[in-house]
């Protein structure tokens, strides 16, 4: 099941993106190989023909030769470009994830990889996945940079700290696949890896079947189940005093976050952004850094830096991207805020 | 000796100052930027560290400041024009003691900011402060921006000091005469990062 | 000053600039460019084997799979001391500051540079930075990488970081002082008749590398001492949790290193250009051209260098634009290696061992310029970016270029620096070995990369091992190759025969002075009345008609 790692496996890329991310490298190869190759045999052809002592024709050559160099140089500058060109746009792919993938968050300290799937189970230095089925790695690193590496899908981003960056594959073959750090973060670093086994739908199934008892997940995920989890995401929106503000019957005006996900958000210095996940990590823990057109400045929301764990941080991001359809028919009921109000103060009007 | 002439040596000296000058606008360049970078991003926060400063004392060295680069467009002028070497002496020792004022006054201002507890990891107190890993890092670019100008200033004010002895010799020739005019050029460029350095920092809030 | 010499028999025993005097004294305290310039290249040679010595426990290391010759935290120091040591130690300061010191004056016929004193002061200024960082290194050394990424290097990395980052820093101001002078020196010290037009292309490359060296080095400066800072007072500037941005430090960190590869590479070019003229016997083609394109390289170089950072975080369009830039910035050397190629065409070439290293720059550095096509392109560079193809172009460019140009221009120059000639056919093997043992060494090292051997690793998976004995054979191929100009330059010394004042039949104002040259340079101030590379074609023509000169 292993993938083979001959040099024949260079042109196997296991991703989508991945294969045409071989395709440029060998028009690159292409392009270079014959450069290097016309270079090499100038100058060979030169020594043996100019060199000391032959009697090869020497007078001037023609000023015809510098508009030959110009358009020499023309022909491989447009090369060059049309080759920017055509691995920006594979760039602009790998960059963008599709709306819908699958989300996995990953944790990367020093020196393993932590993954955590929606129905919350969690891997250490492993990533299971399905075939054919776009996934989504939302990442943050806990002390340094790190970069998460699947060199069979020709993917790489680095994982920084106290942010979250993205990554997303199609994997198109069954496999295991390796997985490394990539990114210098200390003494272990050459031993920070893992694999990435991708299943057969079949087989995907089946692993998700073993979990552990009570895991579930997050409505719209397929083949998850959805209520538990549901409900524990709401638990925590509501415990940490979310609901006061950001539910559509509060008497408080904050923005609405039903159907914010992936959308764009006008903001009060007139910019526009994204609602993505690091848009939404942010705006929790720190309100003011992105305040919403129509908004007071200073936000009256307060920040939860240094108020939640990360665990809690990703379930809000999940429950926001979960009502992104929508709040559920009972939202105007907030279920047991518990008087758990880790808050500085009180939004007020 | 590897010049040919005076004018030679003249037109190198100057170059030479103005390309070093050049990296010095680079040197400074770098690291103000990193401090814009987080004054946008830490507006309040850093308005807040502003607000510690005493503005008025900032303005009162700025004129000090501003002064001793007039004293020492006078020193240039008495080069280039007459010449009497007592009065460039006379000028370059004005410009040294207002820059040495300045740093008198800065090490004034430090002190304060050392009672106050507002100096980031050796005597940071930042209680009365809403975002305080933020305001330490606007005090951290205060000290090291004002600290690596008054070094600057205080390897000025030694070479005017140097000069102005030098102007003791009878032989203060016309190769001295272009020292006085590259000493100006140098101390007009560090005025003129204070001029950048003093609202960036005082007039923030 | 020399103006009651006897004139002697042989030709050493005329006054120059090393016998004049031979105490230890005039040496240390010597303004004389070309004494400084030799003092440079004993440092610098010293510095490289001592860069090299990781290198080799590096490539032993690799050949097993797992870190059973030495241990990941000892591999960890050896790769950051061998970057530090061979960035800037050895390829910023080699070629400007021992060729371009001693050439650079007599090249535009002056006596000496604008600022001597200044140039001293370089010198021991580079020395300081050098003994700092060898501090460092005694005390167990640094582990973060040649580049320093923040925050592993201001919050997790040990004290030895202190004595590292001073010494580079003060070495900083060694290459600001020697850009500075030179800028100055081509400025206003030109002879009579020596337009910029007539300049040697030597002359124009250090011109350009001078510009780098002057602006871009203070930002490195700066960058350190802010590093510097946090590590010592943890205050958030590169730290995150503590509200400061990691990817600041990357930008202000490549702001300087990308153009400092380009200090690393211009020289060379500008030894080639030389090499090549000289030993096609011809005036180069296109010498506008090049002249301009030393100067593109130099500005565009400045624009560029977020392509170190297309996976770091940095946004997407910021990456487009650093890659179409890069991918620009590639069209000045293609140009300048065209216009080589074409000077070889109707030339009479003689195969030294300065043109054979010459031949082997310009293979070389072709496919190490390309290479860097692929790592502009964005989408291929996510693959590739911190794997091994990453240190293949480096090393492609670094060594199979910078060295070798160095190497060319060591032995092109060694007669008119020492007056004496080396052992042809010595430099003839060696030259081949580097050029074999090079490319057995690190063309394996393309292929690992895109199969997704990362940086930075002391174990790999298995699949890895075939390369990487392939490249560590050819190390050792390489290391002999470097060993033997040591070995045989020192012996010429002594052994080989006097050098006649120019045994090349060169153009330029250094072949028109004694070897080795007096202490002034020129027993009279030179004038110019014609443009550079003013070869006889007629002359060549017969010459190239006959099987011996």
């Known amino acids: ?349 | 000796m590897q010049f040919d002439d005076a004018e030679q040596q003249h037109e190198a000296a100057a170059l030479g100052m103005w390309a070093f000058l050049a990296t010095e606008i680079l040197f400074f360049g770098g690291v103000l930027t990193g401090f814009v970078i987080y004054r946008h991003r830490y507006l309040e926060a850093f308005a807040e560290g502003g607000k510690e400063l005493w503005p008025w004392i900032g303005t009162a060295n700025t004129a000090v400041l501003l002064l001793s680069s007039f004293a020492m467009a006078m020193a240039v002028h008495e080069a280039e024009t007459q010449g009497r070497r007592k009065h460039i002496a006379r000028y370059l020792l004005l410009t040294a003691l207002l820059g040495a004022t300045f740093i008198c006054v800065k090490a004034v201002e430090y002190t304060i900011d050392w009672h106050e507890g507002l100096i980031p990891s050796l005597n940071w107190h930042p209680e009365h402060l809403s975002h305080p890993d933020q305001t330490q890092m606007f005090f951290f670019f205060y000290f090291f921006l004002t600290i690596l100008h008054a070094i600057h200033m205080t390897a000025g004010i030694g070479v005017i000091l140097i000069v102005a002895w030098q102007t003791r010799r009878p032989d203060f020739s016309s190769e001295k005469k272009t020292t006085v005019e590259m000493l100006g050029l140098y101390w007009h460029f560090v005025d003129v990062v204070w001029i950048f350095l003093f609202p960036l920092l005082y007039l923030t809030a | 000053m020399s103006e009651n010499i006897v004139q002697p028999e042989l030709p050493l025993q005329r006054l120059n600039y090393i016998n004049h005097d031979w105490s230890v004294w005039s040496w240390i305290n010597s303004r004389d460019h070309k004494r400084i310039g030799v003092m440079y290249l004993l440092t610098i040679t010293f510095l490289f084997f001592l860069g090299s010595l990781p290198a080799i426990l590096i490539r032993l290391e690799l050949l097993t799979p797992a870190p059973n010759l030495v241990t990941r935290e000892i591999y960890n120091r050896l790769f950051t001391m061998h970057g530090v040591t061979m960035v800037f130690f050895f390829l910023v300061p080699s070629i400007p500051t021992s060729l371009g010191n001693f050439l650079l004056p007599m090249m535009i016929g002056a006596r000496d540079l604008a600022f001597p004193r200044m140039n001293l002061a370089s010198y021991y200024l580079f020395l300081a930075g050098a003994i700092l960082a060898l501090v460092s290194l005694v005390n167990g050394g640094v582990d973060t990488g040649w580049t320093f990424y923040t925050p592993y290097s201001t919050t997790f990395s040990n004290s030895a970081m202190t004595p590292m980052i001073l010494g580079i820093f003060v070495a900083g101001f060694s290459s600001i002082f020697t850009g500075l002078n030179f800028i100055v020196t081509v400025h206003t010290m030109r002879c009579p008749g020596m337009y910029w037009s007539r300049l040697p292309l030597f002359v124009w490359s250090m011109y350009a590398t001078s510009l780098i060296l002057v602006l871009a080095t203070p930002v490195l400066a700066i960058t350190l001492l802010l590093v510097a800072a946090e590590h010592w007072f943890q205050v958030g500037i590169f730290d995150p949790k503590l509200g400061g941005d990691p990817l600041l430090y990357q930008h202000l960190f490549w702001f300087y290193s990308h153009p400092a590869v380009y200090i690393m590479i211009l020289p060379s070019m500008g030894v080639i250009s030389e090499l090549v003229t000289t030993f096609s016997r011809k005036h180069v083609f296109g010498y506008t051209f090049i002249a301009f394109s030393s100067i593109a390289i130099a500005v565009l170089g400045f624009l560029v260098w977020g392509h170190h950072m297309f996976v770091s975080g940095q946004s997407m369009y910021a990456g487009m634009v650093f890659s179409v830039l890069s991918f620009l910035v590639a069209v000045p050397s293609a140009i300048k290696v065209f216009n080589w190629t074409m000077t070889l065409h109707k030339g009479s070439l003689v195969l030294k061992t300065p043109l054979l290293y010459a031949l082997g720059f310009i293979g070389l550095f072709t496919i190490g310029g390309l290479t860097g096509l692929f790592l502009a392109a964005l989408a291929v560079d996510v693959h590739v970016h911190d794997t091994y193809f990453v240190i293949a172009h480096f090393h492609y460019i670094m060594v199979g270029g910078t060295m070798m140009a160095y190497l060319g221009g060591v032995h092109y120059w060694w007669p008119k620096i020492t007056g004496r000639m080396y052992p042809e056919g010595w430099g003839v093997f060696s030259a081949v070995l580097v050029f074999f043992g090079f490319n057995l060494t690190f063309f394996p090292q393309f292929i690992l990369g895109y199969m997704g051997m990362v940086r930075r690793v002391a174990d790999y998976d298995p699949q890895f091992q075939v390369l990487n004995v392939l490249s560590t054979a050819g190390a050792s191929i390489l290391g002999v190759g470097f060993l033997l100009p040591l070995c045989y330059l020192l012996w010429s010394l002594r052994y080989e025969p006097i050098a006649g004042d120019n045994p090349w039949g060169a153009t330029g104002l250094e072949w028109k002075s004694p070897s080795p040259p007096p202490e002034l340079n020129f027993e009279t101030p030179p004038t110019v009345d014609g443009p550079a590379y003013d070869y006889d074609t007629e002359t060549i023509h017969q010459e190239g008609k006959k099987k011996h000169v």
């Open chain 1, 1 to 349: 099941m292993i993938a083979p790692h001959s040099i024949f496996s260079l042109a196997q890329a296991a991703s989508t993106t991945g294969v045409q991310v071989d395709y440029i490298f060998y028009l690159l190869l292409a392009f270079s190989g014959t450069v290097v190759l016309v270079i090499m045999f100038l100058v060979l052809f030169f020594v043996a023909k100019y060199h000391r002592g032959t009697s090869a024709n020497r007078k001037s050559e023609a000023p015809i030769s510098s508009r030959l160099e110009v358009f020499i140089v023309t022909v491989f500058t447009v090369i060059g470009l049309t080759l920017f060109v055509l691995a920006a746009k594979v760039y602009a792919d790998i960059a963008r994830p599709p709306k819908d993938a699958m989300t996995i968050w990953v944790v990367g300290k020093q020196w393993m990889w932590k993954a955590s799937y929606p129905d919350h189970r969690e891997e250490i230095n492993e990533l299971h996945v399905p075939v054919g089925q776009p996934v989504k790695l939302v990442m943050t690193s806990m002390d340094v940079i790190h970069s998460f590496f699947i060199p069979d899908f020709r993917v790489k981003q680095d994982v920084l700290p106290s942010r979250y960056t993205t990554l997303w594959f199609t994997a198109t073959k069954p496999g295991k696949y390796r997985l490394r750090c990539s990114q210098y973060c200390g003494n272990d670093h050459a031993g920070m890896v893992g694999w990435v086994t991708v299943l057969s739908q079949a087989d995907y199934q089946q692993w998700l079947a073993a979990a552990p008892e009570g895991a579930a997940a997050i409505a719209g995920t397929p083949g998850t189940n959805g209520a538990l989890m549901a409900t524990k995401l709401r638990t925590t929106f509501n415990q940490l005093g979310c609901i006061a503000c950001h539910t559509p019957t509060s008497s408080v005006r904050a923005p609405r976050l039903d159907g914010i996900f992936n959308q764009t958000v006008r903001l009060q210095n007139g910019q526009n952004t994204t609602a993505d996940e690091e848009y939404l990590r942010e705006s929790i823990l720190f309100p003011n850094a992105k305040i919403s057109a129509g908004y007071v400045q200073p936000s009256l929301m307060p920040a939860y830096k240094g108020q939640i764990t990360d665990q809690q941080l990703h379930e809000l991001v999940d429950f926001i991207k979960s009502i992104r359809d929508g709040w559920p028919a009972d939202a105007t009921q907030p279920t047991e805020p518990s008087g758990n109000q880790p808050l500085q103060s009180e939004p007020k009007r």
